[in-house]
């Protein structure tokens, strides 16, 4: 028979196609594996990279979760090492041995990652942050926790050269920086007022002074009452120091900076593994500075050491140290004149700056422990701090009628507290069909043990106020500090002892509802030291939680939250109680509010919010006998707030803010009638912030912060104008290891006055500065 090609190649692939059989019958079943990946609160995590790695064979196979969570991997019959990686949580795996079917589905649990501020220059620094603890005391998507959160970012702290809470809050909606005397952080949140809302790493920090941020990971501001998590106070919201702890990563970094008005500052952070159980870090600041107001300086010092211990994979142990020291002058601004800040040069000081002085001195000691038990997962914290503050002070006051004169008086007062606390923490995942469960249980218990001790000041040993010149308020007149009829003398015992439940349910990919309870027992003992009086007040406190949020996209997330927070009536620093306050019950603190969180993508996040906050059982005098209090105050809150965060391009960072507040009495107090205006609440504050990398070398940024008018005091006779200011910054990275910054504030040298201090206290905002930075990491 005559062979033709097309009978060779009719052969031919009859002989393929033999082959083919053949081998499909002596090939391997292919066999799959499948499953979902979530977070610690039982969220979706879209997006994750899943690796199966051959354990015999060597084979690598990789996959990424769907929007739903989702992934599917076909792989020969075997044994594999499935990992999991995803941006924001550490990494986790399981092995499975497949022999003839398929795995079963899987879940994998992604926890949230243990954030290191080690960088490399170069990289793009991003200004999200995708989770926090501090919402709910449990890892949580910020997008799936019913309250409105801003957190600023260590890279962002870098790019603006941030160190101080009042600077951080500009940037922040919602929150405005009160002068306190300008000798502390005092915050006004959502129309009201705290010295002592203050947290470090959860745990409570509520002395008065001025705290640094160059052992700071990251500034969490949490807005609305939570005292679920929280406690006492933090009526109209908290800010969270996020501290830095040993990683076993190596950080090396030293920031120099210099600028305006003799600012000398250097920073440094170092550290390594011990070994592949220990690890230890460092901390330090050193700062040296003048002001723009005249013969104002401040002269600090803080020093951090931690050390980090993981005797298991499951299991961590982190110890810490802060020694901080903070001088200055004292420094409470300037004067008014007919219900505005008076026309004098912005640095123009009052009173004798040889005599004013702030102090402080903080010895903090830190414990934490947790460990991971399958889904279940224990943490204790505790914090012991040793807190010794003093400062004098010249008081300015009310003007002459022909703006010629300015009354001045002084006083000194001490203060030395000792706070412990102590946490526990219980969190179990459980699955109940398609409802998944975070439960939470704990307990709080705290001791805090505080001295007050106040002089006022009389001039020429005689009186206690005198005059002095509107134009040229300095003063050298001889001033003796003693203890008047009314100053404080005295010592307070603060026992508290906290129990609360909370359970995070998600009820399928749509649903999540948060629900819990905190009960407080807070006993104080006061003695009076000058009368020998001893009296005690204990408040048992309920307070609620309830928040539903609703997905109905995996990226964006709707809510709406109730809460409730108590205030005892010894104040925010309990610092004093009399027969009168000693009869009053707390003031109670109940937010309202619905909001939308949409993640854009995995860096950028917007976010808008919408609430109600009320302030009752405020004392008032009671209209039948002026002598008596009764409690029938309160003041109200609405507001909206918006926010965007994150990388809009892989070039392009963005930081910003818009609030609309109408804070007012909405039924007389002991301070202001029905109607008036909360003091210092601006109808409307906005910020924005840009970086922008133009190229690996060269980056830029710009922003602006400004508010409308608002009052200095709740009599709202004293008004502070609305501002515009303007910043901007130049980057440029050095070398591998360097990298340089001049950042410009104020650069039109807008004229503002940042807050104040009553009716007569205001602080003037700060010119045009330049600043320079150098990093070095190595």
């Known amino acids: 028979m005559v062979r033709t090609p097309i009978t060779k190649l009719f052969g031919l692939l009859l002989l393929l196609v033999a082959i083919t059989v053949a081998n499909a019958q002596t090939q391997s079943p292919r066999l799959n594996i499948s499953g979902r990946i979530v977070d610690q609160n039982g969220a979706i995590v879209a997006g994750a990279k899943v690796t199966a790695l051959g354990v015999d064979v060597g084979t690598e196979l990789t996959s990424e979760t769907n929007e739903n969570g989702e992934f599917s991997i076909l792989v020969s019959p075997g044994r594999y090492k499935i990992r999991v990686a995803a941006d924001g949580f550490s990494d986790t795996s399981q092995t499975v041995d497949l022999r003839q079917e398929s795995a079963d589905r899987m879940e994998l649990v992604l926890p949230v990652a243990q954030t290191s501020v080690y960088v490399t220059i170069g990289a793009v620094d991003g200004y999200v942050a995708e989770a926090v603890s501090s919402g709910t005391k449990t890892p949580t998507a910020l997008r799936d926790i019913p309250q409105s959160i801003s957190v ?77 998590v929280f406690g006492r106070g933090g009526g109209g919201g908290v800010v969270n120091r996020v501290t830095k702890e040993a990683v076993f990563a190596p950080v090396r970094e030293i920031a120099i900076q210099g600028g305006s008005y003799y600012n000398r500052r250097i920073a440094g952070d170092f550290g390594q593994a011990i070994n592949k159980f220990a690890a230890f870090r460092l901390n330090g600041v050193y700062e040296n500075s003048d002001s723009f107001r005249k013969y104002v300086n401040l002269n600090r010092l803080g020093i951090n050491p931690t050390v980090t211990l993981k005797p298991s994979e499951n299991t961590k142990i982190t110890l810490g140290y802060e020694y901080f020291r903070d001088r200055r002058v004292a420094d409470r601004g300037i004067t008014t004149f007919a219900g505005l800040p008076a026309d004098v040069p912005r640095s123009t000081y009052y009173g004798n700056p040889d005599d004013s002085h702030v102090r402080i001195n903080v010895n903090a000691f830190t414990a934490t422990f947790e460990r991971q038990m399958g889904r279940t997962n224990i943490r204790n914290a505790t914090r012991y701090g040793d ?160 928040g539903v949020v609703v997905k109905p996209v995996g990226r964006v997330s709707l809510y709406g939250s109730y809460s409730v927070s108590f205030l005892p009536s010894s104040g925010d620093q309990f610092a004093s109680l009399t027969t009168v306050t000693q009869q009053v019950k707390p003031e109670r603190f109940t937010n309202y509010e619905a909001g939308v969180k949409f993640d854009v993508g995995r860096g950028l996040s917007v976010t808008a919010a919408v609430f109600r906050l009320d302030r009752t059982n405020t004392r008032a005098t009671d209209p039948n006998d002026p002598t008596a209090i009764i409690q029938t105050g309160s003041q109200r809150t609405n507001g909206f707030e918006a926010g965007v965060t994150g990388n809009i391009t892989n070039r392009w960072s963005v930081s910003g803010g818009y609030s609309l507040q109408n804070a007012f009495i909405s039924s007389s107090t002991t301070s202001a009638v029905a109607g008036k205006q909360v003091a210092q609440v601006p109808h409307q504050t906005f910020s924005v912030w840009n970086k922008y990398r133009i190229n690996s070398r060269f980056g830029a940024g710009i922003g602006l912060s400004g508010r409308t008018g608002m009052f200095a005091a709740a009599d709202n006779s004293t008004r502070l104008p609305g501002f515009v200011r ?41 010119p045009r500065m330049v600043r320079i930075g150098l990093t070095a990491r190595f």
């Open 387 to 546: 807190y010794d503050r003093f400062y004098q002070n010249y008081v300015t006051g009310a003007s002459n009628a022909d703006a010629t004169l300015v009354n001045l008086s002084a006083y000194n007062n001490s203060s030395r507290r000792r706070n412990f606390f102590n946490q526990t923490d219980l969190t179990f995942l459980a699955t109940m069909g398609p409802v998944r469960h975070t439960i939470l249980g704990g307990i709080e218990l705290g001791n805090q043990r505080t001295r007050n001790f106040r002089n006022t000041g009389y001039f020429n040993n005689a009186t206690t106020t005198i005059q002095v010149d509107f134009d040229d308020p300095l003063t050298t007149v001889p001033v003796t500090f003693r203890q008047s009829a009314t100053d404080a003398n005295n010592r307070l015992r603060l026992d508290l002892a906290a129990a609360y439940v909370q359970d995070q349910i998600e009820i399928g990919r749509f649903v999540q509802v948060v629900a819990g309870i905190r009960y407080d027992y807070f006993d104080l003992t006061y003695n009076n030291n000058r009368t020998g009086d001893r009296l005690r007040r204990i408040d048992r406190l309920a307070s609620p939680r309830f």
């Open 726 to 766: 303007t910043d901007a910054a130049l980057y440029y990275v050095l070398g591998e290891h360097w990298k340089l910054q001049a950042n410009f504030d104020n650069i039109f040298d807008a004229r503002y006055f940042a807050n104040a201090d009553g009716n007569n206290s205001v602080s003037p905002g700060a």
């Open 152 to 228: 600023m970012t260590r890279e962002q702290i870098d790019d603006q050269l941030i160190s101080s809470v009042a600077d951080a809050v500009r940037f922040t909606p919602g929150i405005t920086a009160h002068q306190g005397e300008n000798n502390r952080d005092d915050l006004v949140i959502r129309g009201n007022r705290s010295s002592s809302s203050f947290y470090a790493d959860g745990v409570r920090d509520d002395v008065q002074y001025f705290r640094d941020f160059y052992n700071l990971d990251r500034l969490e501001a949490l807005k609305g009452p939570n005292a679920l």
